[in-house]
């Protein structure tokens, strides 16, 4: 697609639930963030793919939070057992993987755990 | 996580005036980026920075790649209304993983007629 696509956009869940976060980066990027971002925050590094070598999960908070990449295109972010300190925006971004790389965001899921 | 050190965290400016905003980092830097995000939406890349003493303009905005490697700075001249926002710095460290972006808190912006 013209850019990063993420759903849904707005998930409200009870506390001890799983909830799965999709993304889709721009068609030909082999490079995928996920950052999460609390209110009033700045972003914090979740976990990042690059093609098909070892994710680099170490911003992943606890064991809770994992992801997966499916044939180098669509990603899943799933927590388990949410809590309500989970409750951010978790903001998805692919890349193109060259030198002089730049990152380009989704418009974010917003989660909220009640 | 870790983060870079960005300041002021917040300004309040009437339009028409220039703003300038920083963010340093204790480990050197390869890349810097700045980005601006508008309520309910991602944040969206303005300028990206690659060398050391690095000066980009893209419009009323200009950033700098401080020559440290350590400090990026952006300047908004000319303020409007539409300039209102969230600005965020980000970089990469040379000893980090090649995806791997740190962000600033962020500058929130406020600009009054």
């Known amino acids: 697609g013209a850019g990063v696509s993420q759903s849904p956009s707005n998930k409200v869940t009870e506390k001890g639930k799983d909830v799965e976060l999709r993304c889709d980066p721009i068609?030909?990027?082999?490079?995928l963030y996920w950052y999460r971002q609390s209110l009033g925050q700045g972003l914090e590094f979740l976990i990042y793919?690059?093609?098909?070598?070892?994710?680099?999960k170490s911003g992943l908070p606890s064991d809770r939070f994992s992801a997966e990449r499916t044939g180098g295109s669509v990603s899943t972010l799933t927590i388990q057992r949410t809590q309500q300190e989970d409750s951010a925006v978790y903001l998805c971004?692919?890349?193109?993987?060259?030198?002089?790389?730049?990152?380009?965001f989704g418009e974010g899921s917003w989660l909220t755990v009640v | 996580g870790q983060q870079l050190n960005q300041s002021p965290q917040s300004m309040f400016i009437q339009e028409g005036e220039d703003v300038s905003m920083n963010c340093t980092s204790s480990?050197?830097?390869?890349?810097w980026l700045w980005y601006k995000q508008d309520p309910g939406e991602g944040p969206v890349l303005l300028i990206a920075?690659?060398?050391?003493?690095e000066l980009t303009s893209n419009g009323r905005l200009t950033a700098q790649f401080g020559i440290t490697r350590k400090d990026s700075f952006l300047n908004i001249s000319a303020s409007i209304p539409s300039d209102v926002g969230i600005y965020f710095c980000?970089?990469?460290?040379?000893?980090?993983?090649?995806?791997?972006?740190?962000f600033g808190a962020g500058t929130q912006v406020v600009v009054t007629p």
């Open positions: 971004a692919s890349s193109p993987y060259r030198s002089g790389n730049t990152i380009y």
């Open positions: 068609s030909g990027h082999t490079a």
């Open positions: 793919f690059q093609g098909n070598s070892a994710p680099d």
């Open positions: 480990s050197i830097f390869n890349t």
């Open positions: 920075l690659y060398k050391a003493g």
């Open positions: 980000a970089g990469r460290s040379s000893t980090d993983s090649w995806g791997k972006f740190q």
